[in-house]
């Protein structure tokens, strides 16, 4: 299995633009989750699915930021407009139900608004 | 509500010192505990889990219910430890995982 993948790795963009990024999880895992990280606040959970369904979007900071699951094996987090407070790391993690071994993590994508 | 804490954001320490990263939970039910170390600009990785009691890389953590701690140790620090540190907490009804604040350590020559 290759892993939870994510696209793009490097994003740089100008203020205003969209932006998407994009997750496969591992296949046969029924939970998605979205982690934005940043040095000054460190880990948050944006939003989390399970079974292609959301189950908590509490944590997306604004209207700007939205996700999808339209199927099990791919999903969607879309920053319109982007401003350079968005700029961070954004990681996609996915995870089997009761899934002893927690989360498997995606590489991430570093996102860069300018 | 589920939370974790790791008091110390960054901690320092010399190679072959030991090294002991403060994990703090408050969970009302049998919480599962784990520790996640990222490299530097790499993803997360599980690094272990109290259920299996393993050791993994020289690293332990015992999980202590009366004190509702979870800490990280390893006798003897090496300079490849040095990465950022997530202890977390599963708590019974879901899949979700609970994340500290992280523990930046830093093992110098």
């Known amino acids: 299995d290759a892993g939870v993948i994510q696209s793009p790795r490097h994003e740089v963009t100008e203020m205003g633009q969209e932006v998407t990024l994009r997750c496969k999880p591992i296949s046969g895992h029924d939970y998605l989750f979205w982690y934005r990280q940043t040095m000054m606040r460190g880990l948050e959970l944006l939003i989390y699915f399970n079974n292609n369904v959301p189950i908590d979007d509490s944590g997306m900071p604004e209207d700007r930021f939205s996700a999808k699951m339209p199927n099990a094996s791919f999903s969607t987090l879309k920053i319109q407009p982007s401003e350079p407070r968005d700029s961070a790391v954004y990681f996609c993690?996915?995870?089997?139900?009761?899934?002893?071994?927690?989360?498997?993590f995606g590489s991430g994508t570093r996102l860069t608004v300018v | 509500a589920q939370r974790v804490t790791q008091p110390e954001k960054l901690l320092s320490v010399f190679k072959g010192a030991p090294v002991e990263l403060k994990c703090n939970y408050s969970y009302s039910g049998s919480p599962e505990l784990f520790w996640y170390v990222q490299y530097s600009r790499q993803r997360l990785q599980l690094l272990l889990r109290h259920i299996s009691r393993e050791s993994i890389k020289g690293f332990t953590a015992d999980l202590n219910k009366g004190e509702t701690s979870f800490h990280l140790k390893k006798p003897f620090a090496q300079e490849e430890d040095s990465a950022m540190y997530y202890c977390?907490?599963?708590?019974?009804?879901?899949?979700?995982?609970?994340f500290g604040e992280g523990t930046q350590l830093t093992v110098n020559p």
């Open positions: 977390a907490l599963r708590g019974t009804s879901g899949s979700r995982l609970t």
């Open positions: 993690a996915s995870s089997g139900t009761g899934a002893i071994y927690g989360y498997t």
